[in-house]
């Protein structure tokens, strides 16, 4: 089984920086592909990064956040730069023990709680 935590959501002016961190217990966490997904208001679950052998952006994020796995400490972190308020949203962690590595939330089988980010203009 594994257990994901996320942390460090907030509020944020445009323009900003965060940097969310997962934080994964359980067994081969090394070896799972790991994604950020986001939803916003009223809005369907998107992706936003994933990391396996690569790393792998939305568009919409792309040169703006940056994903990295710190395997000493069973993390995932999500670098978030130049926010915008349309960035806006609950982000949630994600892993794939099917060794999925792509942009569909449904090959994803792990999730955490998630956690709020919120851009003000």
């Known amino acids: 089984q594994v257990q994901l935590v996320e942390s460090g959501g907030g509020l944020v002016q445009a323009g900003g920086s965060l940097r969310l961190s997962c934080a994964a217990s359980?067994?081969?966490?090394?070896?799972?592909?790991m994604a950020w997904f986001r939803q916003g208001p009223g809005k369907e679950r998107e992706f936003v990064a994933g990391i396996s052998g690569n790393t792998y952006y939305a568009d919409s994020v792309k040169g703006r956040f940056t994903i990295s796995r710190e395997s000493a400490r069973n993390t995932v972190v999500l670098q978030m730069n130049s926010l915008k308020p349309e960035d806006t949203a609950v982000y949630y962690c994600a892993a794939s023990s099917l060794y999925y590595s792509g942009t569909s939330y449904s090959g994803y089988n792990y999730w955490g709680q998630g956690t709020q980010v919120t851009v003000s203009s």
């Open positions: 359980g067994r081969i966490f090394n070896s799972y592909p």
